[in-house]
Every structure is written in structure tokens, then in C-alpha cells.
């Protein structure tokens, strides 16, 4: 029984990857899977392979592309989704700030270097032509990291995913002022240099049957009330968000998208301009 250690973010984009596990049809494979919950988003799990803590993980495709030119020690895999994130931009419930366009000169609470958190801003001040040089930010770590900065004073602005976030912006303690969809599919699948190299094919596997329970999911007459229990939402809310998601059917590189993000990081001055967009995939 191979051991494959899978880290991803405690949200419900990451459901199927549960139903994977619970379906038995990995097991029956040979393959036993261990799932991590990463609060700390996309950086921290990017350290957890450098560390050799996991094998395979869900990262956002931005995060994932920046990780890989900075020598991480993954490639990706596949795309995961076919469809964006839309980043809610928050400030504190009593901040004084009530337009996206007053949040520039302000302090960005980002969970690590090199997460998604820390990437949008870019991706936004570049939208509203803004000089990305001087964008100021403020490590939390994660969510409840970002609830203490606004609490204490010490960051003004966060972006993360909108209804991830909604239960703090409906209980009065953040307030949303805005959104900001990535322009790219957002989540990707990546495997550590050494996984690839010995289980190329266990991870095909695991990724065939994920795709398979995503597709489960998508079509369940229940899947309202199945996300919205296990999560924490509201119904209305995960109704909304099925409207625009699309987990992908089958293993996918979409290389056109890999070559757009590249190429968007290296406009940011986030990825070198001599990185080539080669070195970011394995094909299965």
C-alpha cells in the first residue's frame, strides 16, 4: 500500500478529494491517502513539500507557477478547476475605508510570501494601474491570523476567497468592498519531484478518481445541503458559487493558461523574465 500524504486548503472547492478517499477505490488500487488541512493556504504547503511533508497538493495556479521559479521542489500536474476564484477584498467592519480605490497606500494582511493572498494584490493594483513597488504587507499566517491584524490594528486590507470569509462579513467583523476574480482557472494539482519519480502512476490514479467524485458531486440532486453542512455556508450562498465553478473532468495541463499566468507573474516582476513555462508541468 503506497502512502500518499495530500495537502489542501479547508475549503469546499476540496470536497471531492474527501469522497475520493472515502470511495475505497484508491485502496483497492494500492494506494492509501492522507489528507492535510493547510490553513496557512498555498505558501505553507509549498514548505510543507520542501520539507517533505506531502506528496501532493492543491495550490493556487498563481501561487503554484511563482513557487516552482523560486526552485520548489514540484511540478504541477494537472489543473483542477476550469473555472476562477473570486478574492473578496475586506477591511476591519469600522475601517474608515469604504472604496476598493482607497485601499492602495494601506497595509495587506497576506498569510505568507508567495501565497495567493500575497499574489492578488498585485494582479489588482496592476488592474488599476497602480505602481506595484510599493505595495505594503503584513504576514498572518491565515484567517484567524487576518481577524487578529484587524483587531489589533496592525493591516487594513484583506483579500481572500469571498465566501470562505462571508460568516465574518454577515457577523458585523469584516467588511467587503469589493472583488477580484483571478483571470486564470485558479486551483492546480502538484506532486513532489520524488513522488513523480517513483508514482507517476499512483498519482494518475489518484487524480482519475477524484475527478470522478467531483463529477458525483457536481450532479448530486443534494449537493446544495451537502456543502453548505459540511462547511459551514449558507445555501444561497453555495448555490452562487456552483453557478461559476467547474471542477475539471480528467487529467488537464491547459498549457495556453500556464503560459497566460506565466506570463502575467513575469509582468508583475513576480517570476523571472527568462523562467520558461516548460519547467512548471510533468505530464502524466
Not at 500536474?77 to 475601517?95: E, L, N
Not at 505594503?136 to 483579500?159: H, P, S, T
Request: glycine share 6%; hydrophobic share 40%.
Amino acid at each position: 500500500m503506497l502512502r500518499l500524504r495530500i495537502g489542501g486548503v479547508p475549503e469546499h472547492y476540496n470536497l471531492p478529494w474527501h469522497m475520493a478517499r472515502k470511495s475505497g477505490v484508491l485502496q483497492a488500487q494500492g494506494i492509501k491517502p492522507e489528507w492535510t488541512d493547510f490553513y496557512e493556504g498555498t505558501g505553507g504547503m509549498i514548505q510543507a513539500i520542501k520539507n517533505d511533508e506531502l506528496d501532493v497538493a492543491i495550490l493556487l495556479t498563481e501561487g503554484a507557477i511563482s513557487g516552482i521559479s523560486r526552485s520548489a521542489n514540484y511540478k504541477i500536474v494537472s489543473f483542477y478547476t476550469d473555472s476562477p476564484i473570486i478574492w473578496g477584498i475586506h477591511v476591519p467592519a469600522d475601517s474608515e475605508i469604504t472604496d476598493v480605490n482607497e485601499i492602495y497606500h494601506h497595509r495587506y494582511a497576506i498569510s505568507r510570501y508567495g501565497s495567493g493572498s500575497h499574489l492578488m494584490p498585485y494582479v489588482h493594483a496592476r488592474q488599476k494601474d497602480w505602481p506595484v513597488h510599493k505595495l505594503q504587507f503584513r504576514v498572518i499566517n491565515n484567517l484567524d491570523g487576518a481577524r487578529m491584524a484587524f483587531r489589533e490594528d496592525k493591516a487594513d486590507v484583506f483579500f481572500w476567497e469571498k465566501f470562505t470569509t462571508k460568516p465574518y462579513v454577515d457577523n458585523g467583523e469584516f467588511r467587503r468592498i469589493g472583488e477580484c476574480p483571478t483571470p486564470w482557472s485558479c486551483f492546480v494539482v502538484v506532486a513532489s519531484h520524488q513522488t513523480l519519480t517513483l508514482h507517476a502512476d499512483k498519482v494518475k490514479a489518484l487524480l482519475k478518481e477524484t475527478f470522478k467524485q467531483a463529477q458525483v458531486l457536481y450532479q448530486a440532486d443534494d449537493r446544495v445541503e451537502t456543502i453548505a453542512e459540511q462547511f459551514g455556508l449558507e445555501p444561497a450562498d453555495v448555490k452562487e458559487w456552483l453557478s461559476y465553478t467547474k471542477w475539471c473532468e480528467q487529467v488537464d495541463l491547459k498549457k495556453s493558461v500556464l503560459a497566460e499566468t506565466t506570463g502575467t507573474l513575469k509582468d508583475l516582476g513576480l517570476v523571472h523574465q527568462k523562467f520558461k513555462v516548460e519547467n512548471t508541468f510533468f505530464e502524466l
